[in-house]
């Protein structure tokens, strides 16, 4: 019962991926392709949402619900992880068309092929789990 919570974030979040059309192949490619704003409002929002959050995460001392303090570490600034981590992601992105984020949302839409792609990110941090240790960090 105490998970329930968890459940209705992951609703209320496949709701607002389906009514901003983030789960739409066709806003994606739009995106690629430089065609319309319509992603890039979306994702500059979400920044825009995650930075107020962290922030406030900070202020208020917000622990976990374990109660543990929560650990925000700063990473060293690397142009090569960037690169790289960068490139394999959106690659990802536009060769599958999905965004990683609503990828269960688009299952819950009955669309059954993205098992592959959720299979395929299931696997690539496997891999990655593998190769960490020779990637730049």
Do not use: N
């Not at 992951?10 to 389906?18: A, D």
């Not at 983030?22 to 994702?43: D, L, N, V």
């Not at 599958?96 to 592959?116: M, Q």
């Not at 299979?119 to 960090?137: D, E």
Request: hydrophobic share 50%; glycine share 12%; aromatic share 14%.
């Amino acid at each position: 019962m105490k998970q329930l919570k968890f459940l209705f974030a992951g609703i209320l979040f496949g709701i607002v991926m389906t009514k901003s059309e983030a789960i739409s192949w066709f806003r994606i490619q739009e995106m690629f392709r430089f065609e319309s704003f319509h992603m890039y409002g979306i994702i500059g929002t979400a920044v825009v949402i995650g930075v107020i959050g962290v922030y406030l995460l900070k202020r208020f001392s917000v622990t976990s619900i374990d109660g543990q303090a929560l650990m925000l570490k700063q990473k060293e600034f690397s142009v090569a992880r960037y690169l790289l981590g960068g490139t394999i992601f959106g690659l990802g992105w536009a060769i599958t068309g999905a965004c990683p984020g609503p990828l269960f949302t688009l299952l819950g839409h009955g669309i059954w092929s993205i098992l592959v792609v959720i299979l395929s990110a299931i696997f690539g941090t496997y891999i990655y789990g593998i190769l960490r240790s020779k990637l730049p960090h």
